[in-house]
């Protein structure tokens, strides 16, 4: 488990951190519920959430005795935010491939 996943790219690059991701994203739930069916420990489990809230991508609310982890939807939007831009560059870089290799036709 890397300490050092505090941001959104990072935490959801390891295929088990971002399997419980998608549960959470799915509906809020507790770590108990999250565990069921993966091949990690509750306390793994813990660890990974741990990992995510840093990210900024859940949140933890105490329900009586257990806790329950939903998407945080403002450090989703800024992942999202990060991605469109990634993507209006790439389009705005084959708009200008295209005008450059038109300009360059005979």
Not at 32 to 38: F, I, P, Q, V, Y
């Given at each position: ?12 690059g390891?295929?088990?951190r ?24 509750r ?14 991508l ?41 005008e ?7």
């Amino acid at each position: 488990m890397t300490a050092y996943a505090t941001d959104g790219w990072t935490a959801l690059g390891d295929p088990t951190r971002r399997t419980i991701f998608e549960r959470i994203v799915a509906r809020p739930r507790s770590v108990t519920e999250l565990a069921d069916g993966l091949p990690v420990s509750r306390p793994a489990v813990s660890q990974h959430l741990r990992v995510l809230r840093q990210a900024g991508l859940v949140v933890v609310r105490r329900v009586g005795k257990r806790s329950i982890y939903a998407v945080d939807r403002d450090g989703l939007a800024a992942l999202r935010a990060e991605l469109d831009q990634y993507w209006s560059d790439a389009l705005a870089g084959y708009a200008r491939a295209v005008e450059q290799s038109r300009q360059e036709e005979p």
